[in-house]
């Protein structure tokens, strides 16, 4: 982390914008001497909330992005979002969707594809699926999905393929806090795009009545997935083989038939 870099480029941002310290700290509820530091690279102890807000203040991104052995991470990260779609995907079939998972399409500069497809036919509607599991710029992926949403209905039609007359545009995001942050950090332009959440997406994927868009938090992707489901321990009784039923039953033939019964806590 280039310390003297990033307070360089919150400076030049500022100036830039032609604003005070004591702008910026008013904006971000900060204090002028936290701007200060900020500037100078002194981030040591300066907390991520902190360094967002003063960056909000800005109208300035800040992708955090941990970087982890190389490719690894990248193929970990793959991982999660194939358990993602292969979730995503079982449940719309249960539903009676028809799906396609990596829907490739081109029209003019308009390019790329759909991480996962549906066509409801008995309504003719279209779900248009993006799936995320990090977020490093979230503007750039609204602008994306809303692309998508615009143009692969016209490419359907051009094709052949479908004519929707219901179109729908949803984000699924691991059921995580920090997603559920960074969509509450950012609530007004989430919303102003993708309005619905979880529950109203759930709802329209049953009953889809008129176009809509929204945010799905999905949980239970499976090992590796956003939740994992850990399973309480128990203690399991063993079964009597014959030799113990055999032994037992000698035992208790031993004793005169007027004992008492033995006591279960051999204390008073």
């Not at 981030?43 to 955090?64: K, N, Q």
């Not at 028809?98 to 996962?116: A, L, N, P, Q, T």
Request: hydrophobic share 40%.
């Amino acid at each position: 982390m280039d310390r003297v870099k990033i307070g360089n480029t919150f400076r030049a941002i500022r100036v830039d914008m032609r604003l005070r310290q004591l702008d910026v700290a008013a904006r971000a509820g900060v204090s002028q001497q936290t701007v200060s530091d900020l500037e100078c690279g002194r981030i040591r102890g300066l907390s991520v909330d902190v360094y967002c807000r003063i960056a909000e203040a800005l109208d300035a991104d800040v992708p955090l992005t941990p970087r982890w052995r190389g490719p690894k991470l990248d193929r970990l990260l793959d991982r999660r979002h194939a358990l993602l779609q292969n979730r995503v995907a079982e449940l719309l079939t249960s539903l009676g969707w028809e799906v396609r998972c990596e829907f490739s399409f081109s029209r003019y500069r308009d390019r790329g594809s759909v991480d996962v497809l549906g066509w409801k036919a008995d309504c003719r509607a279209l779900l248009v699926i993006e799936i995320k599991t990090e977020i490093t710029d979230l503007q750039e992926t609204l602008r994306v999905l809303d692309m998508k949403r615009r143009v692969v209905p016209i490419v359907c039609r051009s094709e052949g393929r479908w004519r929707p007359n219901l179109v729908s545009a949803v984000l699924v995001l691991p059921d995580a806090s920090t997603h559920r942050e960074l969509v509450a950090r950012h609530a007004a332009a989430v919303s102003a795009t993708l309005p619905g959440r979880t529950l109203a997406v759930r709802d329209w994927v049953e009953r889809p009545v008129g176009d809509f868009s929204g945010v799905w938090f999905l949980r239970n992707t499976g090992d590796g997935g956003a939740k994992w489901r850990v399973q309480p321990s128990r203690r399991v009784r063993a079964k009597p083989t014959p030799e113990s039923t055999r032994l037992s039953s000698a035992r208790r033939s031993s004793l005169p038939r007027d004992a008492p019964p033995r006591a279960s806590n051999p204390h008073p």
